[in-house]
C-alpha cells in the first residue's frame, strides 16, 4: 500500500516528544494509527542519533511472547539503556492482556518516553483515564482529507470532478487499493461492521446488533439534522422496533466513543452560551454512508457540510451548531482566541438560496471571521465582509 506523510499528526507527536505523558493515537479503525507510529518512528531515528526505541507489534508472531504484561514488561526492561532517550512505542497494545498494569508501572519509573496505538473496544476515549493513572494525551487520527487524498493519487488540478469522488469514496485509504468500486465498498463495509461487533457490541456486550445498526443507519441518514435519543427511539417504535429513549441515548454514546460518529452540541451566538438540549451527529467519514446506504435519501449539501465539519475538528477547532434568535449558522468553530461563523450549501447560484444563506451570517454583529463554504468553482470572492470560498479549495487550503 502506498504510504503518504502526514505532517498533521507528525507535528503533534513531535511537540510532546519527552513529555511525562502516555502518547496514545486514537482514531476510528483503519485511519491510520499504526502507519502514523511506524512514521514517527523513523522521524526520531533521523532526529536522535543515539536514541533507544524500543518497538513492539503485537499483531507479530515474533512479539507473541509478550501478550502477557509481567513479560512484556521484563522485556522492555531488558532493553533499556542508561545515557540515551529511551522510546517505548506498542502497536496493538489491546493484544497483551492486562497491558495497563506494565504501562502504568513503566510509566511511574520515568525512564521512558511511551506511545501507543491500540484497537477502539481498548482505547475508547471514555476509557482512558480508568486504564492509566499516570498522565496521558490523545493524539486523534482522522480519516484522509481531501488534501491528503489528493496527495496519494498525485493529484495536481482539476480538483472538482475528484472532489466529487471523493465525498463517495471517502478517506479510509484502505480501501484505495482495490480497483473497482464494488471492492471499495465491500471493504469500508467491512471495517464498520468490525467496529459495530467486535467494538461495541462484543464488548459492551450490547443486547442487540440489530438495534446499532439501525440506530447507526439513521444517525448516518440524518447527518446534519437535529437528532434527540427521544425522538429516534419513537421513530423506530412506530416501525416495529422494541426500544426506549435510555437505550438509544447509550448507543449513541458508544458510536462516539468508537470514533463513528462526532456530536456537534448547539452554541447561542448571542447569548454566547452552550445548550444542553438537542445536538447534530456527523459521520467519521463519508465513504461509511455511501458503503452502506448508497445514494438512499442522497443530499449532497449535507455530505458537503459532514466534510466541512469533520476537517474543523482536524484543524484542531471545537465545533458548534450556532443559534441566532431564530435562525441556525451551520457552525461556529473556535479554537484560543480565534472564532469562526461557516455557512455551507452546494450551490449558491441561485439569488433565494444565497440570501437564505448569508442572511444568518449577516445578522451577527460581531467581528469575527464569517465565511461561506459552497461549490463555487472560482476564485474566494467577498461579499458585505463575507468570504465566500470554493469547498475543495478551503480543504486544499
Not at 487520527?141 to 471517502?170: N, T
Not at 448516518?220 to 422494541?242: F, P, Q
Not at 468553530?333 to 439569488?351: C, H, P, T
Amino acid at each position: 500500500m502506498k504510504l503518504i506523510e502526514r505532517p498533521l499528526y507528525l507535528r503533534q507527536l513531535e511537540g510532546l516528544i519527552n513529555t511525562p505523558d502516555i502518547k496514545i493515537i486514537t482514531g476510528i479503525r483503519r485511519s491510520g494509527k499504526s502507519k502514523l507510529l511506524g512514521a514517527f518512528s523513523d522521524y526520531i531515528v533521523k532526529t536522535d542519533a543515539s536514541a533507544n526505541i524500543i518497538y513492539i507489534d503485537l499483531t507479530k508472531i515474533k512479539f507473541e511472547h509478550l501478550k502477557e504484561y509481567h513479560a512484556l514488561n521484563d522485556y522492555i526492561e531488558e532493553k533499556y539503556r542508561d545515557g540515551v532517550n529511551n522510546y517505548l512505542m506498542i502497536d496493538e497494545v489491546q493484544l497483551c492482556e492486562k497491558f495497563e498494569l506494565a504501562i502504568n508501572s513503566l510509566h511511574s519509573d520515568e525512564k521512558y518516553d511511551i506511545y501507543l496505538t491500540g484497537s477502539n473496544a481498548f482505547l475508547l476515549s471514555s476509557d482512558l483515564a480508568t486504564l492509566f493513572t499516570g498522565r496521558h494525551m490523545e493524539i486523534h487520527v482522522y480519516p484522509f482529507s481531501f488534501k491528503e487524498y489528493c496527495a496519494y493519487f498525485d493529484i495536481g488540478g482539476d480538483y472538482d470532478e475528484h472532489f466529487e469522488r471523493y465525498i463517495k469514496l471517502g478517506g479510509l485509504s484502505g480501501s484505495y487499493t482495490y480497483k473497482n468500486d464494488s471492492d471499495k465498498e465491500k471493504y469500508i463495509r467491512d471495517v464498520y461492521d468490525t467496529i459495530l461487533i467486535r467494538d461495541l457490541v462484543e464488548k459492551y456486550r450490547l443486547g442487540s446488533a440489530a438495534l446499532l445498526k439501525k440506530v447507526a443507519e439513521y444517525l448516518m441518514d440524518n447527518v446534519s439534522n437535529i437528532s434527540s435519543s427521544r425522538n429516534i427511539s419513537n421513530i423506530l417504535v412506530a416501525n416495529g422496533t422494541e426500544t426506549n429513549y435510555k437505550t438509544v441515548g447509550s448507543y449513541i454514546d458508544h458510536l462516539c466513543h468508537a470514533f463513528v460518529f462526532y456530536e456537534a452540541r448547539r452554541y447561542d451566538v448571542r447569548g454566547k452560551t452552550y445548550l444542553q438540549s438537542l445536538s447534530k451527529y456527523y459521520l467519521a467519514d463519508t465513504g461509511i454512508r455511501f458503503a452502506v446506504l448508497g445514494k438512499r435519501n442522497m443530499d449532497w449539501g449535507r455530505m458537503l457540510e459532514n466534510i466541512v465539519f469533520i476537517e474543523l475538528l482536524r484543524r484542531g477547532y471545537d465545533v458548534y451548531v450556532g443559534k441566532l434568535y431564530q435562525k441556525e449558522i451551520d457552525f461556529v468553530a473556535m479554537k484560543g482566541n480565534e472564532k469562526l461563523y461557516i455557512q455551507v450549501s452546494d450551490d449558491i447560484s441561485g439569488e433565494e438560496t444565497f440570501r437564505r444563506e448569508v442572511e444568518p451570517l449577516l445578522q451577527i454583529r460581531d467581528a469575527y471571521p464569517k465565511i461561506l463554504l459552497a461549490r463555487t468553482r472560482h476564485e474566494e470572492s467577498d461579499y458585505e465582509g463575507i468570504s465566500i470560498i470554493d469547498i475543495p479549495r478551503w480543504l486544499l487550503g
